[in-house]
């Protein structure tokens, strides 16, 4: 898939400050479905900072393949802080990598709800000195628009942890 020009120049920049520190990236993706692993794995040479990647669409996924406990997903819904957390810190479990960004949200254009509408996204990076989180509520826009830019969200946070 060909990104446009915004998201490879940030891809690039994360690539970049992560050689520079030495460390390594996982992804943990629901609602994008893989883009920001496929954004980073665009670039070549790309596999010195990339370990791999995580697609935990389903709750059965975000469980076997990232282990976010049941119980989270139960009293908070795969669309919260608690389970974008727990999804960052199982990847960067699972594929030992320094640091993971997990992505988890409502991209439309069903599947909303009043407390949970389309566009909400969780966003979480895990790292060595802990965990952080952030929210963005983008509203209706189109389903590509909603993946766009939260592709771009996961890469900057990335960013944001590589440079400290």
């Known amino acids: ?16 400050a992560f050689r520079a520190r030495g460390a390594t990236v996982a ?3 629901s609602c994008t479905g893989g883009l920001v692993g496929g954004a980073l794995t665009a670039i070549a040479g790309s596999s010195d900072v990339v370990l791999g990647g995580l697609i935990t669409y389903s709750n059965e996924a975000k469980m076997a393949l990232a282990a976010v406990p049941e119980a989270l997903l139960a009293a908070h819904g795969a669309v919260s802080e608690p389970v974008a957390r727990a999804m960052a810190e199982g990847g960067r479990s699972a594929l030992a990598a320094g640091f993971a960004v997990s992505v988890t949200g409502v991209a439309g254009p069903g599947g909303g709800s009043a407390a949970k509408p389309v566009g909400l996204v969780h966003f979480a990076c895990a790292g060595p000195a802990g965990t952080f989180h952030r929210e963005m509520r983008f509203g209706p826009l189109s389903r590509d628009e909603i993946r766009r830019l939260s592709v771009l ?9 590589a440079e400290g």
């Open 27 to 29: 992804t943990v993706e």
């Open 1 to 16: 898939m060909p990104f446009d020009s915004e998201t490879m120049q940030r891809a690039t920049a994360v690539l970049d």
């Open 153 to 161: 969200t996961a890469l900057a946070m990335l960013l944001e942890a």
